[in-house]
């Protein structure tokens, strides 16, 4: 068990530009979930996937936002046309079916927009 | 989603025991009551959770009231390594999307 992984940890972009995050969850880890925080704030829940399946979307998720897991194990996050407003930290997440309420969470990616 | 309470920060000191609140008046029958907790510059981290009984484990324990309006978390010895934000968030495991909806939380400064 080696933990969720999130690359990059950091990345600065201008705006405008399109940049996309990945997810490596723990293995057999079915559920892979991403949230997005911002300074002082909790995290807020943007998507979730149960093996391939994007089976919800939060409405923070735009249409500059899309999320992928093609073959059920690491996921991308990609923003396009990043606005400074995007500036934040994503966090990606990942449950066991055996144990579904007990998220475990990668350190994140902190995105600063320009 | 029902909400949670929680006072914005506290102190203890090391080696005390912490009794940190939360309340949720507003909680369903099938809501459980989870805790998480946020290092600085990481990730949230599971701490426990329950649904009506006391719940420990290693980490803490979890008192729910009887009537189940509020809940404690306790850390029955503080150490300077449990200073972080302590999240209380209700949720629903059968069937759980994993859509924990976090609050603020209650930022736990722990002195030597």
């Known amino acids: 068990d080696t933990g969720v992984s999130q690359d990059p940890r950091h990345k600065i972009t201008k705006r405008g530009q399109n940049v996309t995050f990945r997810c490596d969850p723990i293995s057999e880890h079915n559920r892979l979930y991403w949230y997005r925080q911002t300074l002082g704030q909790g995290p807020e829940f943007l998507t979730y996937f149960q093996n391939e399946a994007q089976l919800e979307k939060s409405r923070l998720l735009s249409d500059r936002f899309s999320a992928e897991r093609p073959k059920g194990s690491f996921s991308t996050l990609e923003i396009q046309r990043t606005e400074q407003g995007d500036s934040a930290m994503y966090l990606c997440?990942?449950?066991?079916?055996?144990?579904?309420?007990?998220?475990?969470f990668g350190s994140g990616t902190q995105l600063s927009v320009l | 989603d029902a909400k949670t309470t929680q006072p914005n920060s506290m102190e203890s000191n090391e080696e005390e025991p912490v009794h940190l609140p939360c309340n949720h008046s507003t909680i369903s029958g099938t809501d459980y009551i989870h805790w998480y907790r946020q290092l600085p510059s990481q990730g949230p981290e599971y701490v426990i959770h329950?649904?009506?009984s006391n719940v420990n484990n290693r980490m803490a324990s979890l008192a729910i009231a009887e009537d189940r309006k509020s809940s404690t978390l306790i850390l029955h010895r503080a150490t300077l390594r449990d200073a972080a934000v302590y999240y209380c968030i209700l949720g629903v495991i059968s069937g759980n999307t994993g859509k924990l909806i976090f609050g603020q939380g209650t930022t736990l400064q722990v002195k030597p």
């Open positions: 329950g649904l009506t």
């Open positions: 997440a990942s449950s066991s079916w055996r144990a579904n309420e007990k998220l475990f």
